[in-house]
């Protein structure tokens, strides 16, 4: 019965060690060892720092972290599981670099890092050790990471940096991203750890109750690109931004098809595990899950990240005891710090986890409580300081918003599969199909009861609840993994290199076709009838690889090379390029982004009522539009506002209606923009 939270420590023929559990070495703990270790730990980074290469350090996390675990037999489970452990410690070690006076310096937190590993590994009594076994698989799981790449990547290629605003600007939503991922920088920390330092870097309440997880991760891996802790010029910054998105969403789908192997453990082998990797690989690829780039879903994506990672992990916990609560507890950090409504998804979990593991944690079963409880209560400090900040989490809860526009046949088709496999005469005996089934039913409980709340509450499904179904969607792929254990072998599993080997092999290439056939919508050339376009051509990813980006490109391209030039910052920009208030208002956001300085457009607001700037217009649309933007200048806190006009009348009418206002300097600048 596979209920075991650790891996067979003999094996057939060799003799049983008289060490203790983790104790890998005779003898006792040598000091000098220890010493060299935190010499070491501190010396690398000096190194590597001075030489601008501060980079090369994020690899060394992940191999010092991995090489201590003994969990994951092949090389690519090892590095997802130091992975996540990792992004854990990073992310609570951010609560001290928020308080310290070195920020998020690569020296003093690869010294931490590596110090904390050294002192384990020296507790531990641990020889640094990878399983260097690759898995055929491991192609596909990579592959599916690169097919992604390349074509939500597409739309970027052989173009300049200026020349990709339209697709980094393609939703204004990415500007507050970009903005708590310039104000982790600016602050060196998290902005909720300082709030009024926080409120003149974001918009008013984003410093306080916005999960700042992910912007935090990626502005700790960007200072180690650059071995830079200043942001460096904003349009530069913007593509890396971008680019980390991009990448994240790719590992993300790559992360899913890696999540089901996982789950269908060591018995999903050969050909099997092509079926599962490329089933899961096309459902993933064919999704809407593509879509979050379009729309600005950047946390979700991060938060869907360390989801994808963690539940795999407990729903078959093949590790030590040590490393089960050790991952827990990262889990817990990584997703309640990214996206914390997801959090949810680990606590119920984790619940599970016990419940059916009960008798292998039973041992050990309060050290790993006390170490889930640990890392539940550094999970839940943004969200404590979101309510203390007044927030009101019923008011959000019922916030409306764009989504995911994904069928819920899908959703509910995958659960009902799941729950089919679990239930089957192979699997229903096992701990892992009983943690899947329990997991899966207690996501649908969540689902259920939040959405039974919004309906009674507000009437109907909104925002937040198609966020947690898109949590659901995703546990229901990783669950597919349990569907290969049911298919049969080709002969003896124990005689790799059998007679007929050659079976096996086509079966798993044909398996690798029909997969992306039936579940990614791939025609392998096959014309479509009516020369129409096939599923996978129409799904969102090849559908934004397609695209043209949003309109706001060429207007960004203007305001940065010629307008924001004569603009001194931080001064608030407020740019009037079109008859339009929406446009006026994304264009005036995405300027004080550009100046560091995104707290001013908390009062930009009613710059959605300034229907002037690119023509003249009638008596009444001047009037309303006018004791609109009087209003946002007059709100404004800062001593001096810059106004940039593309009409050369309607600004000298502005320079003469302004002068009105006494409390701050108002410039009004020619600015002038075809069409």
Same mark, same amino acid.
């Given at each position: 019965?596979?209920?075991?939270?650790?891996?067979?420590?003999?094996?057939?023929?060799?003799?049983?060690?008289?060490?203790?559990?983790?104790?890998?070495?005779?003898?006792?703990?040598?000091?000098?060892?220890?010493?060299?270790?935190?010499?070491?730990?501190?010396?690398?980074?000096?190194?590597?720092?001075?030489?601008?290469?501060?980079?090369?350090?994020?690899?060394?996390?992940?191999? $010092?972290?991995?090489?201590?675990?003994? +969990?994951?037999?092949?090389?690519?489970?090892?590095?997802?599981?130091?992975?996540?452990?990792?992004?854990?410690?990073?992310?609570?070690?951010?609560?001290?670099?928020?308080?310290?006076?070195?920020?998020?310096?690569?020296?003093?937190?690869?010294?931490?890092?590596?110090?904390?590993?050294?002192?384990?590994?020296?507790?531990?009594?641990?020889?640094?050790?990878?399983?260097?076994?690759?898995?055929?698989?491991?192609?596909?799981?990579?592959?599916?990471?690169?097919?992604?790449?390349?074509?939500?990547?597409?739309?970027?290629?052989?173009?300049?940096?200026?020349?990709?605003?339209?697709?980094?600007?393609?939703?204004?939503?990415?500007?507050?991203?970009?903005?708590?991922?310039?104000?982790?920088?600016?602050?060196?920390?998290?902005?909720?750890?300082?709030?009024?330092?926080?409120?003149?870097?974001?918009?008013?309440?984003?410093?306080?109750?916005?999960?700042?997880? %992910?912007?935090?991760?990626?502005?700790?891996?960007?200072?180690?690109?650059?071995?830079?802790?200043?942001?460096?010029?904003?349009?530069?910054?913007?593509?890396? *931004?971008?680019?980390?998105?991009?990448?994240?969403?790719?590992?993300?789908?790559?992360?899913?098809?890696?999540? $089901?192997?996982?789950?269908?453990?060591?018995?999903?082998?050969?050909?099997? +595990?092509?079926?599962?990797?490329?089933?899961?690989?096309?459902?993933?690829?064919?999704?809407?899950?593509?879509?979050?780039?379009?729309?600005?879903?950047? %946390?979700?994506?991060?938060?869907?990240?360390?989801?994808?990672?963690?539940?795999?992990?407990?729903?078959?916990?093949?590790?030590?005891?040590?490393? *089960?609560?050790?991952?827990?507890?990262?889990?817990?950090?990584?997703?309640?710090?990214? *996206?914390?409504?997801?959090?949810?998804?680990?606590?119920?979990?984790?619940?599970?986890?016990?419940?059916?593991?009960?008798?292998?944690?039973?041992?050990?079963?309060?050290?790993?409580?006390?170490?889930?409880?640990?890392?539940?209560?550094?999970?839940?400090?943004?969200?404590?300081?979101?309510?203390?900040?007044?927030?009101?989490?019923?008011?959000?809860?019922?916030?409306?918003?764009?989504?995911?526009?994904?069928?819920?046949?899908?959703?509910?088709?995958?659960?009902?599969?799941?729950?089919?496999?679990?239930?089957?005469?192979?699997?229903?005996?096992?701990?892992?199909?009983?943690?899947?089934?329990?997991?899966?039913?207690?996501?649908?409980?969540?689902?259920?009861?939040?959405? $039974?709340?919004?309906?009674?509450?507000?009437?109907?499904?909104?925002?937040?609840?198609?966020?947690?179904?898109?949590?659901?969607?995703?546990?229901?792929?990783?669950?597919?993994?349990?569907?290969?254990?049911?298919?049969?072998?080709?002969?003896?599993?124990?005689?790799?290199?059998?007679?007929?080997?050659?079976?096996?092999?086509?079966?798993?290439?044909?398996?690798?076709a029909a997969g992306l056939s039936l579940f990614g919508g791939v025609q392998w050339g096959v014309p479509s009838v009516a020369a129409g376009p096939t599923a996978f051509q129409s799904s969102e990813l090849v559908a934004w690889s397609r695209g043209k980006g949003?309109?706001?490109?060429?207007? $960004?391209?203007?305001?940065?090379?010629?307008?924001?030039?004569?603009?001194?910052?931080?001064?608030?920009?407020?740019?009037?390029?079109?008859?339009?208030?929406?446009?006026?208002?994304?264009? %005036?956001?995405?300027?004080?982004?550009?100046?560091?300085?995104?707290?001013?457009?908390?009062? *930009?607001?009613?710059?959605?009522?300034?229907?002037?700037?690119?023509?003249?217009?009638?008596?009444?649309?001047?009037?309303?539009?006018?004791?609109?933007?009087?209003?946002?200048?007059?709100?404004?806190?800062?001593?001096?506002?810059?106004?940039?006009?593309?009409?050369?009348?309607?600004?000298?009418?502005?320079?003469?209606?302004?002068?009105?206002?006494?409390?701050?300097?108002?410039?009004?600048?020619?600015?002038?923009?075809?069409?």
């Amino acid at each position: 019965m596979e209920t075991q939270l650790s891996e067979p420590r003999t094996r057939s023929g060799v003799p049983a060690s008289n060490r203790p559990p983790g104790q890998e070495s005779p003898g006792g703990r040598r000091w000098e060892f220890l010493a060299g270790a935190l010499l070491a730990s501190w010396l690398v980074p000096f190194a590597f720092d001075a030489l601008n290469l501060d980079i090369v350090l994020v690899p060394v996390f992940v191999l $010092a972290i991995g090489s201590v675990m003994r +969990t994951g037999g092949g090389l690519l489970d090892r590095l997802v599981i130091a992975t996540l452990v990792l992004c854990g410690g990073v992310l609570a070690l951010g609560l001290v670099m928020s308080l310290w006076p070195w920020g998020l310096a690569p020296v003093p937190t690869s010294g931490v890092i590596l110090s904390t590993v050294s002192l384990v590994a020296w507790v531990g009594r641990r020889r640094p050790r990878l399983p260097l076994r690759f898995r055929t698989s491991d192609l596909m799981i990579v592959g599916t990471v690169a097919v992604v790449w390349h074509y939500i990547h597409h739309p970027l290629v052989g173009r300049s940096l200026q020349d990709r605003l339209p697709f980094v600007l393609s939703v204004e939503d990415r500007f507050i991203h970009f903005s708590i991922f310039d104000a982790v920088h600016q602050l060196g920390g998290y902005p909720f750890m300082d709030q009024p330092a926080g409120k003149l870097l974001l918009k008013t309440p984003t410093e306080a109750v916005y999960p700042q997880g %992910s912007h935090f991760l990626l502005a700790w891996f960007d200072i180690f690109v650059r071995s830079a802790t200043d942001l460096g010029d904003s349009v530069a910054a913007y593509n890396r *931004y971008y680019l980390y998105v991009l990448a994240s969403f790719s590992i993300l789908c790559g992360l899913i098809v890696w999540g $089901a192997r996982w789950i269908g453990g060591p018995r999903l082998t050969g050909w099997r +595990t092509a079926v599962v990797c490329t089933a899961v690989a096309g459902i993933t690829v064919a999704s809407p899950l593509a879509g979050m780039i379009r729309v600005g879903f950047d %946390s979700q994506i991060g938060g869907l990240i360390f989801l994808t990672a963690a539940i795999p992990l407990i729903v078959r916990p093949a590790m030590g005891w040590g490393a *089960y609560a050790t991952v827990s507890a990262a889990a817990l950090v990584t997703v309640a710090y990214t *996206y914390n409504i997801l959090a949810a998804f680990i606590g119920m979990a984790l619940v599970v986890g016990a419940l059916v593991y009960r008798k292998r944690q039973s041992r050990r079963r309060w050290w790993i409580y006390a170490v889930q409880v640990l890392g539940g209560a550094v999970a839940v400090i943004p969200s404590l300081m979101s309510v203390l900040a007044d927030f009101d989490v019923e008011s959000q809860a019922q916030a409306r918003g764009m989504y995911l526009p994904f069928d819920r046949s899908m959703l509910v088709g995958l659960a009902a599969l799941v729950v089919v496999v679990v239930l089957m005469p192979g699997n229903r005996r096992t701990g892992t199909s009983q943690a899947l089934l329990l997991t899966v039913a207690g996501g649908a409980l969540i689902l259920g009861v939040f959405g $039974a709340w919004q309906m009674h509450t507000i009437g109907n499904l909104s925002y937040y609840f198609e966020k947690l179904a898109v949590g659901g969607l995703v546990i229901s792929i990783l669950g597919i993994g349990a569907a290969g254990t049911l298919l049969r072998r080709f002969g003896p599993a124990a005689k790799p290199f059998r007679r007929g080997w050659w079976t096996e092999a086509v079966a798993s290439v044909a398996a690798l076709a029909a997969g992306l056939s039936l579940f990614g919508g791939v025609q392998w050339g096959v014309p479509s009838v009516a020369a129409g376009p096939t599923a996978f051509q129409s799904s969102e990813l090849v559908a934004w690889s397609r695209g043209k980006g949003g309109d706001l490109g060429p207007v $960004a391209k203007t305001l940065i090379n010629r307008d924001m030039k004569r603009v001194q910052a931080p001064t608030p920009v407020i740019a009037l390029y079109s008859n339009s208030g929406y446009m006026n208002w994304r264009v %005036s956001f995405f300027a004080v982004t550009l100046t560091n300085k995104s707290g001013v457009s908390a009062f *930009y607001d009613d710059l959605l009522k300034v229907d002037i700037g690119a023509a003249p217009v009638e008596k009444q649309q001047w009037d309303n539009s006018f004791a609109a933007l009087k209003g946002v200048v007059e709100r404004v806190p800062d001593k001096e506002v810059v106004l940039l006009v593309a009409d050369l009348p309607t600004a000298q009418r502005l320079r003469h209606d302004l002068a009105s206002v006494t409390n701050k300097k108002v410039t009004v600048l020619d600015a002038p923009f075809p069409g």
